[in-house]
């Protein structure tokens, strides 16, 4: 299922570019969505839809295929599996940005596959749901952009730090006779009677030479649980065309019904 959907911000290109990149930053506008956790170039998370009063939870990871800023191109690849085992949903998202006196006009194309109850919708209503969410998506964006850019670190700040630490290094002045004592707080090597140098004194922390043990590369994110989007509710008008004849259908049996029983009487 190919969808496509476009929108415009009110920012240049260059500044949308850098907030569309920041899946972090973005993340809390994705509706339904929660970041949870980063791996190198990988994003894991839930995306939780409502359907009537069936709740269901997508679990999954979204990465990067391409991002080309010189043509400001983006391709993210999706996936995502029901946590009940219930279905999935696959997307390839590709997203295409181009400048326009001075704002910035997105185009986003989407290459959808749903498997299980989700895919019963059927195509019309869940382009009408994406159109819908993608608004709120966008709304929520343009708040991100109007927000500042965070500034870059000084230049006179990495300076003064420099100096400071170099500072440091320097040995802490005592009276005639002591031996001064470096202010990282190591021992001083002490000449032995043959006028060798002794063995340094190890100080707390020292792990003798063992390798310290590797970080892990997962990124936990601190993200609010996050409120299931109602599908039914977001596809609002393809429902009442769905559902609609039925209800005329059953609304008319239920008066002729009603008819029958006011003769019989």
Not at 222 to 230: G, H, I, L, Q, T
Request: charged fraction near 25%; include cysteine; glycine fraction near 10%.
């Amino acid at each position: 299922m190919e969808l496509t959907n476009e929108f415009t911000v009110p920012v240049p290109i260059e500044r949308a570019w850098e907030v569309l990149t920041d899946v972090e930053l973005i993340a809390p506008c994705l509706p339904g969505a929660q970041l949870q956790e980063i791996e190198g170039d990988e994003y894991r998370g839930i995306v939780k839809v409502k359907v009537g009063p069936i709740t269901a939870q997508y679990k999954g990871a979204a990465t990067f295929q391409e991002q080309d800023e010189a043509a400001r191109k983006l391709v993210l690849k999706a996936e995502g599996r029901d946590t009940r085992g219930q279905g999935s949903a696959s997307a390839l998202i590709t997203v295409n940005m181009s400048e326009d006196s001075g704002q910035t006009h997105v185009t986003v194309d989407t290459d959808l596959t749903i498997k299980g109850k989700v895919a019963q919708f059927g195509r019309g209503m869940i382009a009408d749901v994406s159109a819908k969410l993608m608004g709120e998506f966008v709304d929520c964006l343009e708040g991100k952009l109007d927000a500042p850019a965070e500034p870059a670190a000084s230049s006179g700040t990495t300076a003064d730090a420099a100096e400071s630490a170099t500072g440091t290094d320097q040995a802490i002045g005592t009276p005639d006779g002591e031996e001064p004592t470096p202010v990282d707080g190591t021992a001083p090597v002490a000449a032995d009677a043959e006028g060798g140098a002794a063995a340094a004194t190890p100080v707390a922390g020292d792990t003798g030479g063992a390798k310290a043990e590797p970080i892990s590369g997962v990124r936990k994110i601190d993200s609010p649980d996050r409120e299931p989007v109602d599908l039914v509710d977001a596809a609002g008008a393809s429902v009442v065309k769905r559902i609609g004849p039925v209800v005329l259908v059953l609304l008319i049996l239920w008066l002729l019904g009603r008819r029958r029983s006011n003769h019989g009487a």
